[in-house]
């Protein structure tokens, strides 16, 4: 399982960006994929998750009305679109997915077990 991101950079705050994550060696039409990120000095957060055998997403409240995650099966890809963007999104963003898992919302609660290779997202003010 290889999970290849991409898209990050410097955005000003309000502006948007498209993050892209590449899925290699599992076929992502079953398990739950998710979006995290991990800014300096805290814990590491869920974004957004997708159930792609579903659409079915959760998103934690204060990204709602801003980030979308959504799939694309033929390619195998999975994309966060973010909106909106703050100063405080800047972060180190991952995608995962946890081949054991369908639901969106326990990916985003627990700890998935495969790792895409952060990239930086940072908003300036």
């Known amino acids: 399982v290889q999970l290849q991101a991409s898209g990050g950079g410097l955005v000003q705050t309000g502006g948007s960006l498209r993050l892209s994550c590449a899925a290699s060696g599992f076929i992502l039409n079953r398990p739950s994929v998710g979006w995290f990120r991990q800014a300096p000095g805290k814990e590491r957060e869920a974004v957004a998750c997708l159930s792609t055998n579903n659409d079915i997403t959760y998103y934690p409240d204060f990204v709602k009305g801003r980030f979308t995650i959504a799939s694309d099966i033929a390619k195998n890809a999975v994309y966060l679109q973010m909106n909106n963007l703050r100063p405080e999104d800047t972060a180190v963003y991952y995608c995962?997915?946890?081949?054991?898992?369908?639901?969106?919302?326990?990916?985003?609660?627990?700890?998935?077990?495969?790792w895409g290779q952060g990239i930086l997202v940072t908003v300036s003010s």
């Open positions: 995962a997915t946890d081949l054991r898992q369908s639901s969106s919302y326990a990916l985003c609660h627990s700890g998935p077990e495969n």
